[in-house]
């Protein structure tokens, strides 16, 4: 935290302007000392500043130089950034000369980790800051911004604001049980809060399973045997032949990828091999890769043909995918349907890829399955990722030890234990509680100069 650190803040390559940014105590110095133009150390704070980058009597690049002195910048130090042409030759040279004159190269999301380290952002403000840059979506920008802005900031504060007023009326009647103006803090009073807060906690968790769907998108795998026009809906729902189609069996050998948005959510689309036993030595290996996909799939589309009679290898396919979420898509229903299916199979559809419209049934069974409808209607008080999720479920476990406690007529002392470890279970989701060992492993997933 003593070092001024330095690195690239936008993507390496041809373009019309780089970023390189600095923080630190030293940050305006070490500039400073490589710029030709005005004082930086004497410029007014947040100030665009013109001149020329040189190392030694070498000129590097004409720039424009931002000045942000602390605490009123991004890390609550001193920030500087050197806007330079774009190119990874001029680029590299800048950085390498602030490195020269004292820098250090920067770790990765080292300066957002500054920002939290310094009081400038909480963990939650801080995850959603990479969020926001790896959105896939539109809805997954809006959710980061969201978390950016504070709305879920703030309502584990307000949680844990209620836990603290709480504890300290317990606190109170347990040290001065003689005071009689105080307010009783009775068990039927804990229990009600407990059942209030209880209710808001698992309503939360509940709401935020839908942040998955929304940040990662549906991987989404279809599968069927050869023939029943499972490349071919690939096709129609990229709307553009992305997979190759003919009438020969085993034409997909390999995996074929896609990305479509329904209401703003990403859908990852693989066709896979059509499941079949074969002698082929590489169609083998492509019906081994789709059938070890089952697993990893949020969604799975079995493809069965109308036109023909079930089949053995249909039926191994809807028992292997009998306990995933899966749709079963009866396609080629423009022909004579020949397909007698078991009548206690959930989410069957019926398509065809020659209509314009073949595969309307289909996209919208996915919107009802992940009610992608209503999630583009809701608002983004959402936990962002599998630690804040975590984090929330242990403090709703404790919350239920507590009520058990009170069920058991446990003394008042012993109650409040489990509502002090939801309230610092609470605090390490927006890091007022947290260990250096989980910094380090959240910040290391950011891109460096971020």
Do not use: W
């Not at 400073?32 to 005005?38: H, R, V, Y």
């Not at 029943?228 to 553009?240: A, C, P, R």
């Not at 069974?365 to 984090?391: C, G, H, M, P, V």
């Amino acid at each position: 935290m003593n070092d001024t650190i330095v690195a690239i803040s936008t993507t390496m390559g041809v373009g019309a302007i780089s970023i390189i940014r600095l923080s630190g105590k030293d940050a305006i110095s070490i500039v400073n000392q490589c710029f030709k133009g005005k004082n930086l150390e004497e410029v007014p704070t947040h100030t665009i500043n013109y001149g020329h980058i040189y190392d030694g009597e070498e000129l590097i690049d004409e720039v424009l130089v931002s000045v942000m002195k602390g605490p009123r910048s991004f890390t609550a130090e001193d920030v500087v950034e050197v806007n330079s042409h774009g190119g990874i030759i001029t680029t590299n040279r800048i950085l390498e000369t602030m490195l020269n004159h004292g820098a250090r190269l920067a770790e990765p999301g080292e300066f957002t980790k500054r920002a939290f380290l310094n009081g400038r952002i909480d963990l939650v403000k801080s995850e959603a800051v990479m969020d926001l840059i790896e959105s896939k979506s539109d809805e997954a920008r809006k959710m980061a911004l969201s978390q950016l802005g504070g709305t879920t900031s703030t309502l584990i504060t307000n949680f844990r604001n209620t836990l603290k007023q709480l504890l300290s009326s317990i606190e109170v009647n347990i040290d001065y049980p003689e005071y009689y103006d105080i307010e009783v803090m009775t068990v039927e009073k804990i229990k009600e809060q407990v059942s209030i807060m209880k209710k808001e906690l698992q309503e939360l968790v509940k709401s935020s399973e839908n942040t998955a769907t929304i940040k990662n998108g549906i991987k989404t795998v279809i599968l069927g045997k050869p023939n029943v026009g499972k490349s071919s809906i690939l096709n129609k729902l990229l709307e553009k032949d992305k997979a190759i189609v003919t009438d020969i069996a085993g034409t997909t050998r390999d995996i074929v990828e896609g990305e479509i948005y329904l209401d703003g959510v990403l859908l990852n689309i693989i066709d896979t091999a059509g499941i079949r036993e074969t002698d082929d030595v590489v169609e083998r290996i492509g019906v081994e890769k789709s059938l070890s996909m089952i697993n990893d799939a949020d969604l799975i589309i079995v493809v069965l043909n109308s036109n023909e009679e079930l089949s053995d290898e249909d039926k191994e396919i809807l028992e292997k995918t009998k306990d995933k979420t899966r749709i079963i898509v009866l396609n080629k229903n423009d022909l004579d349907k020949k397909l007698v299916i078991p009548t206690d199979l959930k989410n069957v559809v019926e398509t065809n890829t020659n209509d314009i419209d073949g595969i309307t049934s289909l996209k919208k069974k996915i919107k009802e399955l992940f009610n992608l409808e209503q999630i583009a209607t809701k608002d983004y008080t959402y936990l962002a990722n599998s630690r804040q999720i975590s984090l929330a479920k242990q403090a709703y476990k404790n919350l239920l030890d507590a009520e058990q406690a009170i069920k058991d007529d446990q003394p008042v002392d012993m109650i409040e234990i489990d509502l002090k470890e939801c309230f610092d279970t609470l605090g390490e989701i927006i890091g007022a509680t947290y260990s250096e060992e989980i910094i380090d492993n959240l910040f290391e997933n950011f891109c460096v100069g971020k």
